[in-house]
């Protein structure tokens, strides 16, 4: 069964940090570009970052820029995302995404940013 499953979520003061992590069975995660996108209530679904099957590569929104780091680790079929610097409107279900060829999204994980 083809499965990515999010942890590290969780609530944090802001100017805090979690890494979250996706750990993915079923398939090999390197032959996937994996992205995370995260959605507040009320909104739609946004793209945080994304990174290649190699690791080589990596985009940010702007609104993470400079703050969040995405990485991977394809030996432990798991990928990260660094979260520095965390502001209220970080507040989100944070999920990850497997894009072509498995494009399979994990269960999400919520991150509570507050004081």
């Known amino acids: 069964q083809v499965q990515l499953v999010e942890s590290g979520g969780g609530l944090v003061q802001p100017g805090g940090s979690l890494r979250l992590s996706c750990s993915a069975s079923g398939f090999t995660l390197s032959t996937s570009a994996m992205s995370w996108f995260r959605q507040a209530p009320g909104e739609q679904r946004e793209f945080v970052a994304r990174?290649?099957?190699?690791?080589?590569?990596?985009t940010y929104a702007d609104s993470v820029k400079g703050r969040f780091t995405i990485s991977r680790d394809n030996a432990k079929n798991t990928v990260y995302l660094q979260m520095n610097s965390l502001k209220p409107e970080d507040t989100a279900v944070y999920y990850c995404y497997a894009n072509d060829p498995m494009r399979t999204w994990g269960q999400g994980t919520q991150v509570t940013v507050s004081s």
């Open positions: 990174i290649s099957t190699r690791g080589g590569f990596t």
